[in-house]
């Protein structure tokens, strides 16, 4: 697929695919024409990043841990040092904390929804 169609069905700007592709975290092939061609993974790639880059990792370890995330997963890195596995120890407890705080929130809405529902069938 084009650029234009992963642009609209991922709802991602084409300037940030082209920025993903230099970071080396999607592919494309050339056509002859010089036009980016994707492959259907693609879609599922560029949410997956998407999603990593709104939980607040950079592009450098989305880039080192992007093949740990294929399925059949390929869990192996010669060139992980201590600081990339404390770095993504501290992005996990972040995460971990960040879930646990939009829960609370989630359910404080649920049970104010509850309470006003409550009083209007009063």
Same mark, same amino acid.
């Given at each position: 697929? +084009? /650029?234009?169609? $992963?642009?609209?069905? =991922?709802?991602?700007? +084409? &300037?940030?695919?082209?920025? @993903?592709?230099?970071?080396? $975290?999607?592919?494309?092939?050339? $056509?002859?024409?010089? @036009? !980016? ?15 990593? $880059?709104? %939980? ?5 370890? /989305? *880039?080192?841990? #992007?093949?740990?995330?294929? *399925?059949? !997963?390929?869990? @192996?890195?010669?060139? %992980? =040092? ?11 407890? &972040? ?12 359910? %404080? /809405? =649920?049970? @104010? ?7 209007? #069938?009063?």
């Amino acid at each position: 697929m +084009r /650029i234009g169609e $992963l642009s609209e069905r =991922t709802g991602t700007s +084409r &300037r940030l695919l082209r920025y @993903y592709e230099e970071q080396g $975290l999607i592919v494309s092939e050339r $056509l002859p024409n010089g @036009y !980016r061609d994707y492959a259907e993974p693609s879609v599922d790639r560029v949410i997956q990043v998407r999603g990593l $880059l709104d %939980a607040g990792l950079p592009t450098r370890i /989305i *880039k080192q841990i #992007l093949p740990c995330l294929d *399925k059949p !997963r390929q869990i @192996y890195f010669p060139d %992980a =040092t201590p600081e990339m596995l404390g770095t993504l120890e501290a992005e996990r407890d &972040r995460m971990t904390r960040r879930a646990e705080c939009l829960l609370r929130n989630r359910d %404080a /809405i =649920t049970e @104010y929804l509850d309470a006003v529902r409550g009083r209007a #069938l009063s």
